[in-house]
């Protein structure tokens, strides 16, 4: 068995120093054009932070119990998880292709000749082995490819968790602002109720006339049907939660219930002040960087199918032939061929191939480089909708109070006969209108703040070396 090793000792020196020799196509660097600064104001005290955590950073933990329930059913998240799987496959079979492979056989057959060999059974049992010499470095990108793509599953995964954490986030903080905006329209409509009542009663007394007792039951009855009308949306924002976090709707109520709903409000959120900072934390563009580098590995895998190919097999068995009741037992090796396959004519499908894969590249940089504006946008919008909520929170708080000490004036006044009913209706809209706007404000810079996380990469890190293992799914981000 010496000379078998030898040959195939030396076979495998020649095809390693074959390979050593080839080039493989490195993956080009696209510059993400990102702006040095934002042109947006920062929120204040702004600074790096890590934002994993940001869910656990206010006192309402029923937020984090819903996105935690979120996750867990997500068929986004499922998908992501399973792409994963899938991209983890490929990536194995990838890297399969640069390795030897190894089959057993064995076969048995009885035959008779006409010579001088008598009637007999013959047995093998053999390991057949080949490798194809990866010269051109094709095989390589295309492992590296896969390694491209499993990375950008990776973060694919986090970016689906983002997603719906972003989701529940402002669909709970929608429910807030709607059962407060109920408690004033059910506030509303007890005072409407309230000056029709007095108005009935001054009426039947000639003090009122038929027109004021009739403005004041409209306006009562619209206050009714505005409260009911806030009461239908908040059961609606209600039963999309449940959609969402697979929770049964009476043990959800109970949920919303038993926490606090003042303190459902988004907290800040630090951030780098450096774009180029940021972007390293949004998983989407790391997948879409990613994605160039796959297509650039597909490039140099479709430009090595061009060249010739080199592959070396052979085999190690034993043999037996049993003839007579006697048995002849012989051991049987083979090393080759070793074969090399030289492209000559193809109508062009190889050539083909290569512009095919140089297209999908092309357009994986112009994607990546979209992704960057895009996410350069949406931390600007998100930005600028902080700021904005930020400055008209204290016009909007003292336009309330002043509002409302104007309708209890005009409602004082009105009760002792010094005020028209029209003139309350109108203090009272004027309030009302402040009320809402004080909440519907506050609920805009909750989604401005759910905007800011998942537009800054909800905590999300490139990794600094490939991680093969899939990301838990448990916590909230």
Not at 58 to 72: E, G, N, P, R, V
Not at 213 to 239: E, H, P, T
Not at 243 to 250: F, H, S, Y
Not at 364 to 385: G, P
Request: hydrophobic letters at 45%; charged letters at 20%.
């Amino acid at each position: 068995m010496k000379i078998p090793f030898r040959a195939a000792t030396l076979a495998v020196a020649v095809a390693a120093a074959l390979s050593a020799c080839a080039t493989q196509m490195p993956p080009a660097h696209v510059a993400a054009q990102a702006p040095q600064q934002w042109q947006a104001p920062l929120p204040h005290n702004g600074s790096q932070a890590d934002l994993a955590l940001w869910w656990r950073h206010q006192s309402d933990a029923l937020l984090a119990q819903l996105i935690d329930s979120a996750q867990a059913v997500s068929p986004t998240v499922a998908s992501a998880g399973s792409r994963i799987a899938q991209s983890r496959a490929e990536r194995v079979a990838a890297g399969a292709a640069l390795a030897p492979s190894l089959d057993a056989a064995a076969s048995a057959n009885r035959s008779n000749q006409q010579s001088t060999l008598p009637m007999g059974t013959t047995s093998q049992l053999a390991l057949n082995a080949s490798w194809e010499i990866d010269l051109f470095g094709g095989n390589r990108a295309a492992r590296d490819a896969a390694q491209a793509r499993l990375d950008s599953a990776h973060a694919g995964w986090h970016d689906a968790r983002v997603s719906v954490a972003a989701e529940v986030a402002n669909q709970y903080y929608s429910l807030r602002a709607c059962e407060q905006l109920l408690a004033v329209a059910k506030q509303d409509a007890a005072s409407r109720a309230d000056t029709a009542r007095l108005t009935e009663l001054s009426a039947g007394a000639g003090f009122q006339s038929p027109a004021s007792l009739a403005l004041a039951r409209a306006s009562a009855a619209d206050g009714n049907s505005r409260y009911i009308q806030q009461r239908a949306a908040c059961d609606v924002d209600v039963k999309a939660l449940v959609a969402l976090t697979a929770i049964a709707e009476p043990e959800l109520r109970g949920k919303l219930a038993a926490s606090d709903a003042a303190a459902a409000n988004a907290p800040a959120l630090p951030i780098p002040a450096l774009p180029a900072q940021t972007l390293s934390q949004r998983p989407d563009v790391f997948t879409a960087e990613r994605e160039v580098t796959a297509a650039s590995f597909d490039v140099g895998s479709a430009r090595a199918q061009r060249y010739p190919h080199l592959a070396l097999s052979g085999s190690v068995g034993v043999a037996n032939f049993r003839s007579g009741g006697e048995s002849v037992k012989t051991d049987t090796w083979t090393i080759g061929p070793v074969s090399i396959s030289v492209p000559i004519f193809d109508a062009g499908k190889r050539r083909a191939n290569v512009d095919a894969a140089s297209a999908r590249y092309d357009a994986a940089v112009t994607s990546y480089r979209a992704t960057v504006r895009q996410a350069v946008s949406e931390v600007e919008q998100a930005l600028v909708n902080l700021d904005s909520t930020a400055e008209r929170a204290g016009d909007a708080q003292t336009a309330l109070q002043g509002y409302r000490a104007n309708f209890t004036a005009v409602d004082d006044r009105y009760k002792n006969g010094l005020a028209s009913l029209f003139e309350l209706e109108d203090a009272r809209r004027t309030r009302l209108a402040a009320e809402q706007t004080v909440i519907n404000l506050q609920r805009e810079r909750s989604a401005a703040w759910v905007a800011l996380y998942r537009a800054a990469g909800g905590g999300w890190t490139a990794p600094t070396a490939t991680n093969d293992n899939a990301p838990a799914v448990a916590g909230t981000n």
